[in-house]
Protein backbone atom coordinates (compact mmCIF):
# COMPACT_ATOMS: atom_id res chain seq x y z
CA UNK A 1 0.00 0.00 0.00
CA UNK A 2 1.91 3.35 -0.86
CA UNK A 3 2.03 6.15 1.86
CA UNK A 4 -0.80 8.25 2.32
CA UNK A 5 -0.66 12.11 1.05
CA UNK A 6 -1.84 14.44 3.47
CA UNK A 7 -2.77 18.30 2.63
CA UNK A 8 -1.28 20.82 5.48
CA UNK A 9 -1.95 24.30 5.31
CA UNK A 10 -2.16 23.81 1.37
CA UNK A 11 1.25 21.39 1.20
CA UNK A 12 1.00 17.71 0.62
CA UNK A 13 2.90 15.37 3.72
CA UNK A 14 3.79 12.20 2.63
CA UNK A 15 2.79 10.32 5.41
CA UNK A 16 2.97 6.64 7.14
CA UNK A 17 1.85 3.80 5.03
CA UNK A 18 -1.75 2.95 5.96
CA UNK A 19 -3.05 -0.23 7.34
CA UNK A 20 -6.14 -2.14 6.14
CA UNK A 21 -8.84 -2.28 9.15
CA UNK A 22 -10.01 -5.96 9.72
CA UNK A 23 -13.29 -6.61 8.12
CA UNK A 24 -16.34 -5.98 9.71
CA UNK A 25 -17.09 -9.07 10.76
CA UNK A 26 -14.11 -9.82 12.65
CA UNK A 27 -15.45 -7.58 15.53
CA UNK A 28 -17.71 -7.95 18.67
CA UNK A 29 -20.00 -5.62 19.54
CA UNK A 30 -19.39 -4.74 23.41
CA UNK A 31 -21.46 -1.37 24.03
CA UNK A 32 -23.46 0.17 21.51
CA UNK A 33 -20.50 2.69 21.00
CA UNK A 34 -17.47 -0.07 20.98
CA UNK A 35 -16.76 -3.01 18.82
CA UNK A 36 -13.24 -4.93 19.51
CA UNK A 37 -11.67 -7.12 16.79
CA UNK A 38 -9.47 -9.28 19.04
CA UNK A 39 -11.23 -12.52 21.00
CA UNK A 40 -11.18 -12.80 24.58
CA UNK A 41 -9.93 -15.67 27.08
CA UNK A 42 -11.16 -15.31 30.47
CA UNK A 43 -9.24 -17.84 33.05
CA UNK A 44 -10.63 -18.86 36.20
CA UNK A 45 -8.54 -21.11 38.62
CA UNK A 46 -11.26 -23.06 40.92
CA UNK A 47 -11.27 -24.98 43.90
CA UNK A 48 -14.28 -26.59 45.38
CA UNK A 49 -16.25 -22.93 44.05
CA UNK A 50 -19.08 -24.97 42.91
CA UNK A 51 -21.46 -22.61 45.37
CA UNK A 52 -19.47 -19.44 43.86
CA UNK A 53 -19.66 -20.08 39.92
CA UNK A 54 -22.88 -19.41 39.38
CA UNK A 55 -22.46 -15.84 40.36
CA UNK A 56 -18.90 -15.30 39.08
CA UNK A 57 -20.13 -16.77 35.70
CA UNK A 58 -23.40 -14.41 35.91
CA UNK A 59 -20.83 -11.36 35.99
CA UNK A 60 -18.88 -12.69 32.54
CA UNK A 61 -20.08 -10.69 29.71
CA UNK A 62 -21.55 -12.65 26.39
CA UNK A 63 -19.45 -11.01 24.24
CA UNK A 64 -16.89 -13.50 26.12
CA UNK A 65 -15.10 -16.06 23.43
CA UNK A 66 -13.90 -18.48 25.91
CA UNK A 67 -14.04 -19.05 29.27
CA UNK A 68 -11.19 -21.60 30.49
CA UNK A 69 -11.92 -23.38 33.99
CA UNK A 70 -8.99 -24.65 35.62
CA UNK A 71 -10.21 -27.39 37.95
CA UNK A 72 -7.59 -27.88 40.83
CA UNK A 73 -9.33 -31.86 41.89
CA UNK A 74 -12.28 -30.69 43.53
CA UNK A 75 -14.48 -32.66 45.82
CA UNK A 76 -17.56 -31.08 45.01
CA UNK A 77 -19.77 -30.54 41.98
CA UNK A 78 -17.05 -27.57 40.32
CA UNK A 79 -16.73 -28.96 36.78
CA UNK A 80 -20.94 -29.99 37.24
CA UNK A 81 -21.77 -26.68 37.66
CA UNK A 82 -19.31 -24.87 35.04
CA UNK A 83 -20.88 -27.07 32.49
CA UNK A 84 -24.39 -26.38 33.25
CA UNK A 85 -23.80 -22.27 33.63
CA UNK A 86 -21.82 -22.35 30.12
CA UNK A 87 -22.30 -25.26 28.39
CA UNK A 88 -18.98 -24.44 25.88
CA UNK A 89 -17.03 -23.92 28.89
CA UNK A 90 -13.14 -25.29 28.58
CA UNK A 91 -12.19 -27.67 31.88
CA UNK A 92 -8.64 -27.68 32.12
CA UNK A 93 -7.61 -30.24 35.22
CA UNK A 94 -4.74 -29.47 37.31
CA UNK A 95 -2.08 -31.75 37.86
CA UNK A 96 -0.17 -29.10 40.08
CA UNK A 97 -0.69 -27.21 43.08
CA UNK A 98 -1.26 -23.74 43.70
CA UNK A 99 -2.99 -20.41 42.01
CA UNK A 100 0.51 -19.89 39.96
CA UNK A 101 0.35 -23.67 38.74
CA UNK A 102 -4.03 -23.34 37.75
CA UNK A 103 -3.23 -20.07 35.93
CA UNK A 104 0.09 -21.41 33.63
CA UNK A 105 -2.15 -24.96 32.66
CA UNK A 106 -5.29 -21.87 32.10
CA UNK A 107 -3.21 -19.95 29.84
CA UNK A 108 -1.35 -22.66 28.08
CA UNK A 109 -5.33 -23.91 27.12
CA UNK A 110 -6.16 -20.30 25.89
CA UNK A 111 -6.79 -19.28 22.15
CA UNK A 112 -7.59 -15.87 22.22
CA UNK A 113 -6.05 -12.89 21.72
CA UNK A 114 -6.70 -11.31 25.20
CA UNK A 115 -6.16 -12.91 27.94
CA UNK A 116 -8.15 -12.50 31.37
CA UNK A 117 -7.80 -13.87 34.67
CA UNK A 118 -10.48 -13.53 37.35
CA UNK A 119 -11.11 -15.61 40.65
CA UNK A 120 -13.34 -17.86 41.63
CA UNK A 121 -14.56 -17.26 45.22
CA UNK A 122 -16.74 -13.97 43.63
CA UNK A 123 -14.29 -11.32 44.58
CA UNK A 124 -13.56 -9.92 40.93
CA UNK A 125 -16.14 -9.02 38.80
CA UNK A 126 -16.53 -9.76 35.82
CA UNK A 127 -18.58 -6.93 34.46
CA UNK A 128 -15.32 -4.77 35.14
CA UNK A 129 -13.41 -6.83 32.16
CA UNK A 130 -14.80 -4.37 29.67
CA UNK A 131 -12.32 -1.99 31.11
CA UNK A 132 -9.25 -4.11 30.93
CA UNK A 133 -9.98 -4.69 27.65
CA UNK A 134 -10.86 -1.39 26.39
CA UNK A 135 -7.13 -0.63 27.48
CA UNK A 136 -5.46 -2.95 26.40
CA UNK A 137 -7.14 -2.29 22.82
CA UNK A 138 -6.56 1.65 23.30
CA UNK A 139 -2.60 0.54 23.44
CA UNK A 140 -1.38 -0.97 26.84
CA UNK A 141 0.34 -4.83 26.57
CA UNK A 142 -0.55 -5.45 30.08
CA UNK A 143 -3.67 -4.14 32.53
CA UNK A 144 -3.72 -4.73 36.21
CA UNK A 145 -6.33 -3.80 38.60
CA UNK A 146 -6.28 -1.09 41.59
CA UNK A 147 -7.86 -1.69 44.39
CA UNK A 148 -6.30 1.75 45.41
CA UNK A 149 -6.98 4.52 42.59
CA UNK A 150 -9.51 6.46 42.23
CA UNK A 151 -13.19 4.37 41.75
CA UNK A 152 -11.34 0.89 43.15
CA UNK A 153 -11.97 -0.39 46.43
CA UNK A 154 -12.05 -3.78 48.50
CA UNK A 155 -14.79 -4.88 51.09
CA UNK A 156 -12.46 -7.58 52.38
CA UNK A 157 -9.26 -6.22 53.15
CA UNK A 158 -7.75 -6.53 56.41
CA UNK A 159 -5.17 -3.96 57.95
CA UNK A 160 -2.27 -7.27 58.11
CA UNK A 161 -3.13 -7.44 54.05
CA UNK A 162 -3.35 -3.54 53.14
CA UNK A 163 -0.30 -2.98 55.12
CA UNK A 164 1.92 -5.65 53.46
CA UNK A 165 0.73 -4.50 50.43
CA UNK A 166 1.38 -1.42 50.43
CA UNK A 167 5.04 -2.28 51.54
CA UNK A 168 5.41 -4.77 48.91
CA UNK A 169 4.83 -2.26 46.19
CA UNK A 170 6.62 0.11 47.41
CA UNK A 171 9.17 -2.05 47.37
CA UNK A 172 8.94 -3.22 43.98
CA UNK A 173 8.20 0.39 42.72
CA UNK A 174 11.49 1.52 44.23
CA UNK A 175 13.49 -2.06 42.47
CA UNK A 176 11.88 -1.62 39.14
CA UNK A 177 10.94 2.18 38.55
CA UNK A 178 7.36 1.32 38.59
CA UNK A 179 4.34 3.39 40.01
CA UNK A 180 2.28 0.64 41.04
CA UNK A 181 -1.03 1.37 43.39
CA UNK A 182 -1.61 -2.46 44.25
CA UNK A 183 1.11 -4.80 43.79
CA UNK A 184 -0.98 -8.45 45.27
CA UNK A 185 -3.72 -8.45 43.23
CA UNK A 186 -5.71 -11.31 41.23
CA UNK A 187 -7.58 -9.01 38.19
CA UNK A 188 -4.73 -9.02 35.59
CA UNK A 189 -5.35 -9.38 31.33
CA UNK A 190 -2.81 -8.85 28.55
CA UNK A 191 -2.35 -9.45 25.24
CA UNK A 192 -1.59 -13.31 25.07
CA UNK A 193 1.34 -12.77 22.75
CA UNK A 194 3.18 -11.47 25.96
CA UNK A 195 2.86 -15.01 27.65
CA UNK A 196 6.40 -16.01 27.22
CA UNK A 197 7.27 -12.95 28.86
CA UNK A 198 5.44 -13.32 31.72
CA UNK A 199 6.54 -17.07 31.64
CA UNK A 200 4.63 -18.50 34.90
CA UNK A 201 7.56 -20.63 37.20
CA UNK A 202 5.66 -20.62 40.61
CA UNK A 203 3.13 -21.89 42.31
CA UNK A 204 1.31 -20.13 45.12
CA UNK A 205 -0.42 -16.56 45.25
CA UNK A 206 2.91 -14.67 44.65
CA UNK A 207 2.09 -15.25 40.54
CA UNK A 208 0.24 -11.63 40.56
CA UNK A 209 3.51 -10.18 42.26
CA UNK A 210 5.60 -12.29 39.28
CA UNK A 211 3.76 -11.02 36.59
CA UNK A 212 3.62 -7.55 37.24
CA UNK A 213 7.63 -7.31 37.90
CA UNK A 214 8.28 -8.90 34.51
CA UNK A 215 5.79 -7.41 32.75
CA UNK A 216 7.48 -4.06 34.04
CA UNK A 217 11.24 -5.51 33.48
CA UNK A 218 10.32 -6.47 29.78
CA UNK A 219 9.27 -2.92 28.94
CA UNK A 220 5.77 -3.53 28.30
CA UNK A 221 3.32 -0.55 28.48
CA UNK A 222 1.19 -1.67 32.04
CA UNK A 223 -2.07 0.58 32.63
CA UNK A 224 -3.80 -0.03 35.87
CA UNK A 225 -7.28 0.34 35.91
CA UNK A 226 -9.57 0.40 39.32
CA UNK A 227 -11.39 -2.44 40.56
CA UNK A 228 -13.46 -3.28 43.51
CA UNK A 229 -12.58 -5.92 45.59
CA UNK A 230 -15.79 -8.13 47.04
CA UNK A 231 -15.98 -10.54 49.75
CA UNK A 232 -15.61 -14.36 49.24
CA UNK A 233 -19.73 -15.05 48.91
CA UNK A 234 -18.79 -18.98 50.33
CA UNK A 235 -16.33 -20.82 51.86
CA UNK A 236 -12.63 -20.27 53.11
CA UNK A 237 -9.90 -18.29 51.25
CA UNK A 238 -6.30 -20.44 50.77
CA UNK A 239 -4.57 -17.12 51.22
CA UNK A 240 -2.21 -16.94 54.51
CA UNK A 241 -1.24 -13.34 54.78
CA UNK A 242 2.39 -13.84 57.01
CA UNK A 243 3.31 -17.15 54.55
CA UNK A 244 2.33 -15.50 50.93
CA UNK A 245 3.88 -12.14 52.17
CA UNK A 246 6.93 -13.88 52.63
CA UNK A 247 7.13 -15.81 48.89
CA UNK A 248 6.05 -12.30 47.47
CA UNK A 249 9.03 -10.97 49.07
CA UNK A 250 11.45 -14.03 47.89
CA UNK A 251 9.73 -13.56 44.46
CA UNK A 252 10.47 -9.43 44.44
CA UNK A 253 14.26 -10.59 45.00
CA UNK A 254 14.96 -13.22 43.15
CA UNK A 255 13.63 -11.29 40.12
CA UNK A 256 15.82 -8.87 40.71
CA UNK A 257 19.03 -11.93 39.31
CA UNK A 258 16.76 -12.66 36.44
CA UNK A 259 17.85 -10.94 32.99
CA UNK A 260 14.14 -10.16 31.97
CA UNK A 261 12.76 -11.23 28.77
CA UNK A 262 12.37 -9.38 25.11
CA UNK A 263 8.45 -8.87 23.80
CA UNK A 264 7.36 -10.16 20.64
CA UNK A 265 6.22 -7.11 18.32
CA UNK A 266 2.98 -6.08 17.95
CA UNK A 267 1.67 -8.23 14.92
CA UNK A 268 2.23 -5.81 12.08
CA UNK A 269 -1.40 -7.07 10.52
CA UNK A 270 -3.14 -5.55 13.49
CA UNK A 271 -4.15 -1.53 12.77
CA UNK A 272 -1.19 -0.04 14.84
CA UNK A 273 -3.86 3.27 15.67
CA UNK A 274 -6.21 1.40 17.29
CA UNK A 275 -5.75 -2.28 17.91
CA UNK A 276 -8.49 -3.18 16.23
CA UNK A 277 -11.00 -1.10 18.57
CA UNK A 278 -14.22 0.81 16.40
Same mark, same amino acid.
Given at each position: ?7 ? *? ?14 ? @? ?7 ? #? ?10 ? &?? *? ?34 ? +? ?7 ? /?? /? ?6 ? #? ?15 ? &? ?16 ? %? ?22 ? $?????? #? ?8 ? %?? $? ?5 ? $????? &? !? ?19 ? !? &?????? =??? @? ?6 ? =?????? *????? !???? =? ?5 ? !? @??? +? +? ?19
Amino acid at each position: MSPEIIKT *NGHKVQGAALRSMPPI @ERFTPLTPH #LAISPTVSVVVP &AM *NEAENLPHVFATIPQWIDEIVLVDGNSVDDTVAVAR +RLRPNVKIV /TQ /TGKGKGDA #LAAGFAACTSDIIVMID &ADGSTDGHEIISFVGALV %TGADFVKGSRYISGGGSDDLTFSR $YFGNKV #LTSLVNVFYR %TK $YTDLCYG $YNAFW &A !RHLPVLNLDCDGFEVETLMNV !R &AAKAGL =RVH @EVPSHERC =RIHGES *NLHAV !RDGI =RVLKTIL !R @ERR +R +RPAQPLPEPAARPAADRGVA
